[in-house]
């Protein structure tokens, strides 16, 4: 099992950068693909941007593409999304999720392909 916890949202400008760090605990993280996760009040959870294992596969929502970066480094137990030139409709609570794999590249999209959520933290994106 593995738990996931959230940090480096805040209160940006229109423009602005944020970096969130998503921290695991215990051992074997490069057991786990990893994915971020945002919601905005009153809409669905939406994949933002998922990683495999390695590193080497990545996924981007259409929304984010070009302007967010999603990356890991396995020996902090540690998930990244820096976000660049961010706008107003970026606003929402951002999650971090794991899914354990057993050997596989595999990157995953759909939330219910995820067994492990972190807490969230609120990025707001002022105008």
């Known amino acids: 099992q593995v738990q996931l916890v959230e940090s480096g949202g805040g209160l940006v400008q229109a423009g602005g950068s944020l970096r969130l760090s998503c921290a695991a605990s215990?051992?074997?993280?490069?057991?786990?693909?990893m994915g971020w996760f945002r919601q905005a009040p009153g809409k669905e959870r939406e994949v933002v941007g998922a990683?495999?294992?390695?590193?080497?596969?990545?996924y981007y929502a259409e929304s984010v593409k070009g302007r967010f970066t999603i990356s890991r480094d396995n020996a902090k137990n540690t998930v990244y999304l820096q976000m660049n030139s961010l706008k107003p409709e970026d606003t929402a609570v951002y999650y971090c999720?794991?899914?354990?794999?057993?050997?596989?590249?595999?990157?995953?999209?759909?939330?219910?392909?995820?067994?492990?959520w972190g807490q969230g933290t609120q990025v707001t994106v002022s105008s």
């Open positions: 999720a794991a899914r354990k794999i057993y050997g596989s590249g595999a990157i995953y999209y759909q939330k219910n392909d995820y067994d492990y």
């Open positions: 215990g051992r074997s993280f490069n057991s786990y693909a």
């Open positions: 990683i495999s294992w390695s590193g080497l596969r990545t």
